[in-house]
């Protein structure tokens, strides 16, 4: 019998009907719902007067447009209020579960999803949100859908889908000093481009993912959708089992121990090869802290390389954008990107909110206060959980005396969607996946790193080479 | 969701690769509840030149003269040309939303993000693939404003000039496409298949049928 992969698996495990062309019913195990991409569904099941197929399998939550500062005047914007009240009203009709935003465990939908157990290895995950494909960092087949198919995924606990095709990128090696999982992830996408992923499922492996944290696999599938593939997966170990281990909502007693010999297979049956439709190999040494200088993030480089000069670029398309890149961030070509200023730095996000990054970036830091030219350094916990943790460790200390702004849980400034925002020109260290014109506030640039870069560029007011200060 | 057969529209031709939902819509605008209304905002940015808010009036905010929609000989297209991996970035249908409330029924590039493309099937745009050099050649032919008619039946696209290009759209997805049809009520026949699929996953996987 041929091997299969780990997303052949999980595919063939979901199949509920496959049609004459090879598209398929797929049965989706667990829907998360955010206020943005939902009111417009919940509408739609209203109109046609259909009831969700199995309520207890949805978990909401709202993230977008929660402030992170003084929660108990609730939600100035009048805009947002009413989105997120949506949210509250739609699950109550329905009888869905939200974490609201005065519970504890509210956070940002990728981050809950996990740290609550609602999300688990062998699950269908599906979500109104691209960033959904961080749930395969526990080997779940998870990706990012519309508001059509979040109603669709309601009304019927299924998708309609093709199987895309199968990738491995491969990380063989270790990782050098200062070198996270965000710079690993920044770095293939560097390398494979945006659409680099279009059309495929993508398994990450090798030494240097598999012995990277539950916290850093997910920062790598993450990104999974910026390197252009719907969903990223990551193999189950002993490090997935482990960290799932007591979850509220995993199984419990005899269901947990037939849950962990179902997932000690969820991995593909060889890394050699054969079995995938492609294959990208890359050396783990030769990674360095990454530093993104344009307006998509596989215009990123190494934190001691330059910025790029479009008048090398052979290829008139390209050159067009990185002209354009260059403008809209305001750099000049050839330009160290070790002489880039910041105005603000934001940690946070459903890439890296999570306890070890706001660990990492605390110990960066450790005893010193940012630079007088940062004007503003926000720290953004993934969930309130996580802020809970945080405090216990004395964490929010080191950073509020670094005088760096410590906040309640939310997207924030990843998308500017609140009241936390770029102004126009500004610079900006994030820990965020999305460095598009305008993401962070109208005119803000974007610059993606890894929390200890941007802990350390807070400090310095520009970026440094923490591989060497490592 | 309003059936695709044929359409002869205006083309407007917009250079540049990459193209994000950012850029198609931006977040600001996703604060809304409704599914209609996003059409005077796309590519918001680029086309005013003072920043948008939700629910605002855009009949007298200053144009960006040179983008490519304010153009005279561009009004009414209702074909967007562009270029690669054009709808980047987030799962919003919002971008999908403003491009079919501001007209446009179908875009053609050389390649599409997969969430976007997904999402123009499900609210009656047709995006085409087109190879990159054809793709080209329309950019060439199209500066002083031309039609072209593109037929879902057939599968082809006639230029001016009377040349037919062909282009493939996924079977099953043509035909929801070319009626108009609901994929709930189609997924929704299978209901049965769902129910026996549910009956026996519960049993080589129990926990996830606990909790209702
Ligand atoms: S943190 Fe950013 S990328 Fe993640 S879900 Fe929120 S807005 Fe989207």
Redesign the interface.
């Known amino acids: 019998m041929a091997g299969k992969t780990l997303y052949d698996k999980l595919w063939d495990d979901h199949v ?2 496959t ?3 090879g ?1 398929c ?1 797929i ?1 989706i ?1 667990r829907q998360l719902l955010h206020e ?2 939902s ?2 569904a919940f ?1 739609g099941l209203r109109l ?1 007067g ?1 009831q969700p ?5 949805n978990l909401a939550v709202a993230d ?2 929660v402030p992170t500062t003084n929660r108990d005047k609730g939600i100035a ?1 009048p ?2 209020r ?2 997120v009240e ?1 949210l509250e009203n739609n699950c109550k009709e329905y009888g869905i579960t939200e974490f609201d935003m005065s519970d504890i465990r509210q956070g940002i939908v990728h981050v809950i999803g996990p740290e609550q157990g609602a999300t688990l290895p ?2 269908t995950i599906v979500c ?3 960033h ?1 494909s961080t749930h395969g960092a526990s080997a779940a087949l998870a ?7 979040v ?2 995924a309601l ?4 998708l ?1 889908q ?1 199987k ?1 095709k199968n990738m491995l990128i491969k990380v063989n090696g270790k990782t050098g000093p200062g070198v996270t999982a965000k710079d690993i992830v920044l770095a293939i996408i560097g390398q494979i481009g ?2 680099g992923g ?2 495929y499922t993508i398994e990450f492996g090798g030494d240097a993912i598999w012995s990277l944290s539950m916290e850093g696999r997910m920062t790598v599938c993450n990104m999974a959708i910026e390197a ?3 969903a990223g997966l990551i193999a189950v170990d002993d490090t997935t089992i482990d960290y799932y281990q007591g979850r509220p909502y995993a ?1 419990k007693g005899d ?2 121990n ?2 962990v010999r ?1 997932w000690q297979n969820l991995r593909s049956d060889s890394y050699s090869g054969d079995l995938f439709d492609k294959i990208i190999n890359i050396d783990a040494a030769g990674i360095k802290p990454q530093v993104s200088w344009g307006t ?1 993030p596989e215009m990123v480089v190494a934190v001691d390389a330059n910025v790029p000069d479009p008048t090398k670029e052979a290829d008139p ?2 050159r067009q ?1 990185i002209e ?1 890149a260059l403008q809209y961030m305001g750099l000049q070509a050839g330009q160290k990107i070790t002489d880039i200023k910041l105005d603000k730095v934001f940690i946070g996000s459903c890439t890296n909110s999570r306890i070890e990054d706001l660990r990492a970036a605390a110990a960066v830091i450790k005893g010193r206060k940012k630079a007088a030219s940062v004007k503003q350094v926000l720290i953004v916990p993934g969930s309130g959980l996580i802020k809970q943790q945080a405090e216990a460790e004395g964490l929010d200390k080191i950073f509020t005396a670094a005088d760096f702004e410590w906040r309640d849980p939310g997207c924030s400034m990843c ?3 609140n009241a936390d925002r770029l102004e126009a020109g500004e610079h900006c260290a994030s820990t965020s996946n ?1 460095n ?4 962070q506030g ?1 005119g803000g640039r974007t610059h993606l790193v890894s929390p200890a870069m941007a802990a350390a560029a807070a400090i310095a007011g520009h970026f440094v080479n923490i591989a060497e200060e490592a | 969701m309003k059936a695709f057969t044929t359409l002869t529209a205006l083309v407007a031709p917009l250079d540049r690769a990459n193209i994000d939902t950012d850029a198609i819509i931006p977040k600001q605008f996703l604060k809304s509840i409704r599914r209609a209304g996003f059409g005077p905002y796309l590519f918001d940015e680029w086309r005013y030149l003072d920043r948008g808010e939700p629910e605002m009036d855009c009949t007298n905010r200053p144009l960006n003269k040179d983008f490519v929609l304010n153009q005279a000989k561009y009004q009414g297209a209702q074909i967007l040309l562009t270029r690669e991996n054009f709808g980047c970035g987030s799962s919003r249908e919002h971008a999908p939303w403003a491009l079919e409330d501001y007209g446009f029924r179908a875009i053609i590039a050389p390649s599409f993000a997969d969430i976007f493309f997904n999402n123009c099937f499900k609210n009656g745009i047709l995006p085409i693939v087109l190879p990159a050099e054809t793709v080209d050649q329309l950019f060439q032919e199209v500066v002083d404003g031309y039609q072209l008619t593109i037929d879902l039946q057939a599968q082809t696209i006639t230029t001016p000039s009377g040349r037919n290009i062909a282009f493939i759209v996924d079977e099953n997805r043509r035909f929801r496409l070319m009626n108009g049809l609901d994929d709930i009520a189609l997924s929704l026949q299978h209901a049965d298949k769902i129910k026996s699929y549910e009956v026996e996953r519960a049993k080589r996987a129990p926990w996830l049928f606990k909790d209702a």
């Open positions: 509920v009907h049609e004459d062309d598209s019913l049965y195990d943005v991409t009111p417009q509408d046609s259909r197929w199995r309520i207890a399998r977008h447009n914007d805009v947002s009413l989105q949506t062998g699950m109104g949100d691209s959904t990706f990012g859908i519309g508001t059509s198919e109603e669709h009304a019927t606990q299924c309609v093709k895309a945006t659409a279009n059309g252009g593939a719907r199984p269901d947990w037939m849950a179902y998509s398309v390209k954008s354009r998308l500017a969607m999305r598009f014109e305008g993401r109208y």
